[in-house]
C-alpha cells in the first residue's frame, strides 16, 4: 500500500499490458476460432480444417495464425476520394476505447506478497495493510466514478463506426456508418439506465466496490438483487457490439457495412474490435450482475462451508479467484456466441423498437421499483 508514484504507475503500466496481451487478445482471438466451431457445430458442417503446419491441423486453431498474416500482408488500398487522416483514425477510434475501458475491470483482489503462504484471515490482511506491506490490486483504475469512466470511454467508438463510413466516400458504406450510430447511441441509453438499478442497490459505480460488496454468498449477487437489470443490460450490450441479430450496420442482404472500405491490417482492427467489445461486454456483466472475481463461499482464508471452514494459503485463494472471473467472462462470450447463431437478424425497425420502446421504458420502471425498495428498506421501523 506504500507504494511509491512511480512504482504505482509501472504496477499500473504492467497490469493493463498483462490484461492487454494475456487475456483480451488471446481470448479475442481463440473466439473467432470458437465462432467458426460453434456455427459449424449447430449447422451440422465440418468446420475450419483447411489451413496446417505440416500434417497438423489442430482443429482448425491454425485458423488463427492464417488470418493474422493475411492481414499484415494482404494490400492496404485506400479509395482515392478517401478522407485520409480520419479514414486512418476510424480503426483506432473503434477499437481503442474498448481496450482502455479495461482498466476499471477488476480481475482479482487485493494480493499482500509478504501473505503468500499463508492463511490471511480478515485481521491479518487488515493489520497487513495497516502496517503499510506491499499491495497490489486486481484492478488498473479504482476510481469512484468507474462505470461513468466506462461509458464516457466506450461512447468515442461510435465515431469509429461513423467515420470509417463517411471517410471511406462510398454511400452504402456512409449508411452502414450511421446506422451503428444510431444504433449505439440508442442502446447505450437502455445501458446506462439499467446499471443505475445496481447503483442503488449497492451505493457505488466503482466496479471494485461493487465486487466487494456483492461478497462470495451468490444471493447477494447483481443478478439475483437486480435480475431485470441484468437482462436489460445484457440485451443492450450485445446491441452495442454490433453482432447478430443486432447486427444493422454490416447486413449484406441490404447494405454494405461501414468497413467496406478497408483492408489489411485497418480491417483487422474493425474485426478484432468486435471479438474484443465481446469480451469486455462478458466482463462487465460479470462484474456488475455475477459477482466479478467472487467464488462462491470462498473467503480470504478459504471456503466457508457451514460451519467449517477449509483454509487456503492467500497465494491459493487469489489464483482460484481470478481463475472464476476468467472462467465466467469465458462463459458469458460462449453465450453470446450461441445467440449469435440462434436468432436471425432484426430489421432496422424493430432494432429501434426493441430499444426505445421495450428496453428504455423498461430501464425506467426498474429503477423506480429498485428506488422504492430501497427507500422502503431504509425507512425506521
Not at 497490469?15 to 482471438?29: E, Q, R
Not at 456508418?177 to 445496481?198: C, T
Request: charged share 10%; aromatic share 14%; glycine share 8%.
Amino acid at each position: 500500500m506504500n507504494l511509491s508514484p512511480l512504482a504505482t504507475i509501472v504496477w499500473a503500466t504492467i497490469k493493463m499490458v498483462g490484461i492487454i496481451f494475456l487475456f483480451v487478445m488471446p481470448l479475442a482471438s481463440i473466439l473467432t476460432w470458437m465462432e467458426r466451431r460453434q456455427s459449424a457445430m449447430m449447422q451440422d458442417r465440418i468446420g475450419p480444417t483447411r489451413a496446417n503446419i505440416g500434417p497438423f491441423r489442430l482443429f482448425g486453431l491454425v485458423h488463427i495464425l492464417a488470418d493474422g498474416l493475411k492481414m499484415f500482408f494482404k494490400e492496404d488500398f485506400v479509395p482515392a476520394k478517401a478522407h485520409r487522416p480520419l479514414f486512418t483514425l476510424a480503426p483506432v477510434l473503434a477499437m481503442a476505447p474498448v481496450v482502455i475501458a479495461f482498466a476499471i475491470i477488476p480481475f482479482g483482489p487485493l494480493f499482500v506478497p509478504s501473505l503468500a503462504f499463508k492463511v490471511a484471515r480478515p485481521e491479518v490482511m487488515a493489520s497487513a495493510v495497516v502496517a503499510g506491506k506491499t499491495a497490489v490490486l486486481g484492478q488498473v483504475l479504482s476510481v469512484d466514478f468507474g462505470l461513468l469512466f466506462y461509458f464516457a470511454i466506450a461512447s468515442l467508438s461510435n465515431y469509429g463506426a461513423s467515420l470509417a463510413g463517411w471517410a471511406s466516400y462510398n454511400k452504402w458504406a456512409l449508411l452502414g456508418g450511421l446506422r451503428a450510430s444510431s444504433q449505439m447511441m440508442s442502446y447505450e441509453v437502455a445501458m446506462g439506465l439499467s446499471i443505475l438499478g445496481a447503483f442503488l442497490v449497492y451505493g457505488t459505480l466503482e466496479p471494485g466496490a461493487m465486487v466487494l460488496m456483492q461478497g462470495p454468498n451468490p444471493l447477494h449477487w447483481g443478478v439475483v438483487m437486480q435480475p431485470v437489470a441484468f437482462l436489460l443490460f445484457f440485451v443492450a450490450a450485445m446491441a452495442e457490439t454490433k453482432r447478430t441479430p443486432f447486427d444493422l450496420p454490416e447486413g449484406e442482404p441490404e447494405i454494405i457495412g461501414y468497413f467496406t472500405e478497408y483492408s489489411g491490417m485497418r480491417f483487422g482492427m474493425f474485426f478484432l474490435g468486435e471479438f474484443i467489445e465481446v469480451v469486455f461486454a462478458g466482463a462487465v456483466v460479470v462484474t456488475v450482475f455475477f459477482g466479478g472475481w467472487q467464488v462462491p463461499f470462498l473467503y480470504g482464508d478459504g471456503f466457508h462451508i457451514g460451519g467449517s471452514v477449509i483454509k487456503l494459503w492467500h497465494l491459493w485463494v487469489v489464483l482460484l479467484q481470478v481463475a472464476a472471473f476468467t472462467f465466467k467472462v469465458f462463459f458469458f462470450c460462449w453465450l453470446q456466441l450461441i445467440i449469435r447463431w440462434s436468432l436471425p437478424r432484426m430489421r432496422p425497425d424493430q432494432l429501434m423498437s426493441l430499444g426505445w420502446k421495450r428496453l428504455l421504458p423498461l430501464s425506467l420502471a426498474n429503477i423506480v421499483v429498485t428506488a422504492g425498495v430501497v427507500l422502503w428498506q431504509t425507512m425506521p421501523k
